[in-house]
């Protein structure tokens, strides 16, 4: 794999343990070594983090030459790609959500479904053939589990929902929420199409969501950009906890389907 810095590109044989893809609020790692990795797709900033003796590759989503990227420009197929470039068949998601089932601030839940309202993303890495991915499980069972009994080991009680993914930038309608709030738990802008095209590359995904607010007209709310990083930043701490405890318990063989997503798939 061809891994480039600013001013040379060499090649790397690095072990990673997995990836960890950080949202708004989580989007550097103190004293690690800068990598610029290079896809058919665009280039993509990452870190190399060293945690529980394993390397991890950390890549913050909203990075870009323009400072931070809208959820709606994010370039999902070339993190996607930079991850699967890499060799690493893990990765683990960090992603802000309103919630529209009462779940509290500050609170953690884990995806196990979603929905998908997005519209002008690029959703595939499959544009000339037809490969139909498997979405019955989208988010792998077996990271889910190791994450609730991290989670659960340290007296926190996670719920599991249904992501109702919008293109954004705006905050939904209250009639919007209305509408999704019968079908899903919590609503972001960030989970798809970056679960999927992880399960077009057969890795294993899953998504660790802080609740930063109420969605639109929940309990009468005004989602704000300023409450949003608020929590986000208050929560910075614990997530980082959290993902050193993944470091340290993270099975050594993938137990799970994700591996043959699209097997099946293929015409
Ligand atoms: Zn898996």
Do not use: W
């Not at 950080?22 to 103190?30: A, E, K, T």
């Not at 529980?52 to 990227?69: K, Q, T, W, Y």
């Not at 996607?80 to 953690?108: D, E, F, W, Y």
């Not at 409450?227 to 208050?234: A, F, R």
């Amino acid at each position: 794999m061809t891994i480039s810095t600013l001013d040379q590109e060499y090649m790397i044989n690095v072990d990673f343990s997995f990836a960890v893809i950080g949202g708004v609020g989580f989007s550097h790692l103190d004293g690690q070594s800068q990598i610029t990795v290079k896809t058919d797709y665009g280039t993509v900033e990452a870190s190399i983090v060293k945690m529980e003796g394993s390397n991890l590759l950390f890549i913050p989503r909203h990075a870009g030459d323009s400072g931070h990227v809208p959820p709606h420009k994010i370039n999902f197929r070339a993190i996607i790609m930079a991850i699967k470039q890499l060799g690493i068949s893990r990765v683990i998601s960090i992603n802000s959500v309103g919630t529209m089932h009462g779940h509290p601030i500050g609170s953690m839940v884990l995806p196990y479904d979603f929905i998908d309202f997005t519209h002008k993303r690029p959703s595939t890495f499959f544009e000339d053939i037809t490969v139909h991915a498997d979405m019955s499980e989208p988010y792998c069972l077996q990271l889910r589990s190791l994450i609730r009994s991290i989670l659960k080991e340290k007296g926190v009680e996670t719920a599991d929902v249904i992501y109702a993914c919008t293109e954004g930038p705006r905050f939904e309608t209250k009639a919007e929420i209305r509408m999704l709030s019968n079908y899903a738990d919590v609503v972001g802008m960030t989970g798809v199409p970056e679960v999927v095209l992880a399960k077009e590359m057969q890795l294993c995904y899953a998504s660790v969501c802080l609740v930063t607010n109420m969605a639109s007209g929940i309990e009468s709310a005004r989602p704000t950009a300023t409450e949003v990083l608020d929590i986000l930043v208050s929560k910075k701490e614990f997530i980082f906890e959290l993902l050193h405890l993944i470091a340290a318990y993270m099975p050594a063989k993938r137990d799970c389907l994700c591996n043959s997503a699209i097997e099946d798939g293929i015409l």
